[in-house]
Antibody, heavy 118, light 108 residues
Framework: QVQLVQSGAEVKKPGASAKVSCKASGYSFTSYYIHWVRQAPGQGLEWMGIINCNSGSTSYAQKFQGRVTMTRDTSTSTVYMELSSLRSEDTAVYYC???????????WGQGTLVTVSS | EIVLTQSPGTLSLSPGERATLSCRANQSVSSSYLAWYQQKPGQAPRLLIYGASSRATGIPDRFSGSGSGTDFTLTISRLEPEDFAVYHCQQHGSSPHTFGQGTKLEIK
């Protein structure tokens, strides 16, 4: 069965970086893309970007350009999302989801809470 | 970027009733690339509908999507107790893949 398992919760100080992992199983990893979406406490969903798990090419929402880096490791079927220069407004649950550039996330990870606090 | 506005913000209905949720875009959504998700507290979103009207795998047929251009609708024909949740729309045709702010469907 398709599974996306994310890394555990993190607490970071303002200005630091957070790196969240998303390990895929149950399907052909390089045949799909992975979306990253975040949700601040009590708020709606926000799309951050997408990575091609085959080529590694990425497309980021302009809001996150320069602060987000998405990478993948095909040997372990794992995708990583690193967000730098963290501020309190980045406190959110971060989700990975399987999809394509014009197809939404059909399977989602369980989410990773990143808390930014001094 | 495309801005999606969902209405109403909260919808109070009883089990067995019909629910109609709206999602309106500030510009045309290309190729009707509009998705709907259901989200329950503490859980990840669950894909219900993609391409405006195609049900995702395993989604009951009481869920249906319609619309094109700038106006889209999610209809739940007969509410079951497990359907009370927050519903999000998302356009997945152009970057960034923006979401609406959500509609909370609560038990009356």
């Amino acid at each position: 069965q398709v599974q996306l398992v994310q890394s555990g919760a993190e607490v970071k100080k303002p200005g630091a970086s957070a790196k969240v992992s998303c390990k895929a199983s149950g399907y052909s990893f390089t045949s799909y893309y992975i979306h990253w979406v975040r949700q601040a406490p009590g708020q709606g969903l926000e799309w951050m970007g997408i990575i091609n798990c085959n080529s590694g090419s990425t497309s980021y929402a302009q809001k996150f350009q320069g602060r987000v880096t998405m990478t993948r490791d095909t040997s372990t079927s794992t995708v990583y999302m690193e967000l730098s220069s963290l501020r309190s407004e980045d406190t959110a649950v971060y989700y990975c989801a399987r999809g394509f550039p014009v197809f939404p996330g059909d399977f989602w990870g369980q989410g990773t809470l990143v808390t930014v606090s001094s | 970027e495309i801005v999606l506005t969902q209405s109403p913000g909260t919808l109070s209905l009883s089990p067995g009733e019909r629910a109609t949720l709206s999602c309106r875009a500030n510009q045309s959504v290309s190729s009707s690339y509009l998705a709907w998700y259901q989200q329950k507290p503490g859980q990840a979103p669950r894909l219900l509908i993609y391409g405006a009207s195609s049900r995702a795998t395993g989604i009951p047929d009481r869920f249906s999507g319609s619309g094109s251009g700038t106006d889209f609708t999610l209809t739940i024909s007969r509410l079951e107790p497990e359907d009370f949740a927050v519903y999000h729309c998302q356009q997945h045709g152009s970057s960034p893949h923006t979401f609406g702010q959500g509609t909370k469907l609560e038990i009356k």
